[in-house]
């Protein structure tokens, strides 16, 4: 199983960047797939989720100003980020959990700088 994340980088306060997260080796369809975050000195926290049959769900921090979405034909994860500030500043992980058995899956993360 892979999960390459990229679309990551440098970015001032109010910009906007968009991840993509590609997936193999995996039923993408039969996927939760979500986006979490670590800054450095924190913990990992989730960030976006969409479930296998599209529903989504977001940190109160995102909401509003993220968004994911999913291709399944390219077995693909976006997250659309807007209005980025500072403290989005963080290594971002793709994540797939598999809807039957719970087995999860993560990428190797990219990383996103919000400068002031």
């Not at 306060?13 to 000195?41: E, V």
């Not at 976006?48 to 993220?66: E, M, Q």
Request: glycine share 12%.
């Amino acid at each position: 199983v892979q999960l390459q994340a990229s679309g990551g980088g440098l970015v001032q306060t109010g910009g906007a960047l968009r991840l993509s997260c590609a997936a193999s080796g995996i039923i993408f369809s039969r996927n939760h797939m979500a986006w979490y975050r670590q800054a450095p000195g924190k913990q990992r926290e989730l960030v976006a989720l969409i479930t296998s049959s599209g529903g989504t769900n977001y940190a109160d921090s995102a909401k509003g100003r993220f968004t994911i979405s999913k291709d399944n034909a390219k077995n693909t994860v976006y997250l659309q980020m807007n209005n980025l500030k500072p403290e989005d500043t963080a290594v971002y992980y793709c994540n797939a959990e598999a809807r039957v058995s719970g087995r999860a899956y993560w990428g190797q993360g990219t990383l996103v700088t919000v400068s002031s």
